[in-house]
């Protein structure tokens, strides 16, 4: 049946590799079960209710992905965009949350009418290739850059950013964090990076997922002999499942279909909408194609085949998750993680999807595995990523310079769509002042891309 459904054996991969795949990306993703709740909550929203939504709509998302393409692709209220909801819309703003879910709302539809209009795949078809591996190398460096930082490796600094001091880390935070507390985890999260390191080269299958497991299990020796001690003002809590109020699911009932429209057909709804539906829209075509090249799913003229399935699963998921009352719902980037243990069809985003349902009964054991035990993951899985760099045509400087951008932009900005438009405007940029784009023959959507980019700088 699972041969029927997923087409493994067409794909070159198996049950046990798609379900070690799912397990791995659910692991590196399962954060956003704890951290999504404290983002939604400072706009007045119940935490239990967002954490349930949560789970709910990555579940929805993730299986949509699996039925509507068959791609090992899972999704969740994105990073970012849950900010920008909650800090700029309801706090800056002055809009209610039930006002901005609105907001996600109408994107959700423009986003379905866009997918089904073929709208968004003209997007992604008209990248160039060699800006399509740019992307995916950008990508790499981003996670990587969202690890280091998880696991405190990389603070802020008087530099931006600078490696992690205890004196730099209290300076930064305002607290008295010390040794027992920040500093071990660091040296957990570098013990990490190692074994995972060790385990990639000897080809050990179910690799990253071990890292994260043994790196998490060696925190839990650390807690029980002394070495690690939580301290929950300064952000480090037990490492050990918390069960003592039992398994409860938090009912919805306090945000679900909370949706005001009332503020609708102002300007500055709309200006709210754009920004939700750009930063959605280039985050996940981003996705999509910096993981899709790592996977080598893109055909040899570089498009995605069943990508209107893609695209149209977090359209629908974004709509049903404004419904739920999260934030918009996106592909997440550490789907490559998945990709990067074997995962090559909807089998690994179905297992993604269960695994989000448990953590619904399971939570405590969930929401204990800490940043600093899924950090290796995502440092390991930059480096996949950034293989891709072999791919970029150095010799020709038109496509090369884009490139850069796009990489350097990414971790940089802190942003996949800050990277894909300044890629994008460089692109058809040097190829247009040099008369390249003669004998390249591009598409009129790349410039009317750079463009609206370029527009949305001025205006927004």
Request: proline share 3%.
């Amino acid at each position: 049946m699972l041969e029927k459904l997923f087409k493994l054996k067409e794909h070159n991969t198996d049950v046990k590799t798609e379900v070690m795949a799912g397990i791995t990306t659910f692991m590196t993703m399962a954060y956003i079960l704890a951290v999504n709740p404290n983002i939604m909550g400072a706009a007045g929203m119940d935490v239990g209710a967002v954490f349930t939504s949560t789970a709910i709509a990555a579940a929805i998302g993730t299986l949509l992905m699996a039925i509507f393409a068959n791609y090992p692709f899972a999704l969740a209220p994105g990073m970012g965009l849950n900010a920008y909801f909650a800090y700029t819309v309801v706090l800056g703003m002055g809009y209610t949350w039930e006002m901005a879910l609105a907001a996600v709302f109408v994107e959700g539809i423009i986003f379905i009418l866009l997918s089904l209009t073929n709208v968004r795949e003209a997007i992604f078809n008209a990248i160039p290739r060699n800006l399509k591996s740019a992307v995916s190398v950008g990508i790499g460096l981003f996670i990587a850059f969202i690890g280091l930082q998880n696991a405190k490796i990389v603070i802020g600094g008087a530099t931006l950013v600078e490696l992690f001091s205890l004196e730099g880390f209290n300076a930064a935070n305002g607290v008295e964090a010390t040794f027992k507390d920040a500093g071990i985890t660091v040296v957990l999260a570098i013990i990490g990076v190692i074994i995972t390191a060790v385990l990639v080269v000897k080809n050990v299958k179910g690799n990253i997922l071990w890292g994260i497991l043994i790196t998490w299990l060696l925190g839990i020796v650390c807690q029980v002999s002394g070495i690690y001690v939580p301290n929950v003002e300064a952000g480090f809590y037990s490492l050990l499942p918390d069960f003592s109020n039992g398994i409860s699911v938090p009912s919805i009932a306090p945000i679900f279909g909370k949706l005001d429209f009332s503020r609708v057909f102002s300007g500055q709804f709309l200006i709210v909408v754009f920004a939700f539906l750009f930063v959605d829209m280039f985050d996940t075509i981003g996705t999509l194609i910096g993981v899709s090249t790592k996977a080598n799913m893109l055909d040899e003229d570089g498009k995605l085949p069943k990508i209107k399935g893609a695209l149209l699963s977090d359209a629908v998921a974004t709509t049903a998750g404004s419904v739920l009352g999260v934030s918009t719902v996106t592909t997440y980037v550490e789907s490559a993680s998945g990709v990067s243990e074997g995962g090559r069809t909807g089998l690994t985003a179905v297992t993604t999807a269960v695994l989000f349902g448990l953590a619904l009964l399971l939570s405590p054991i969930f929401l204990a595995i800490p940043a600093f035990a899924t950090a290796p993951a995502l440092i390991i899985v930059g480096f996949y990523m950034l293989t891709n760099i072999v791919n970029i045509d150095f010799d020709d400087l038109a496509e090369a310079i884009p490139c850069y951008i796009c990489i350097a932009a990414m971790p940089f900005f802190y942003s996949i769509s800050e990277g894909i438009s300044m890629g994008v405007i460089t692109y058809a940029a040097l190829n247009l002042f040099t008369g390249k784009y003669k004998e390249k023959k591009l598409s009129i959507l790349m410039y009317v891309l750079a463009v609206l980019f370029i527009l949305k700088y001025i205006f927004l």
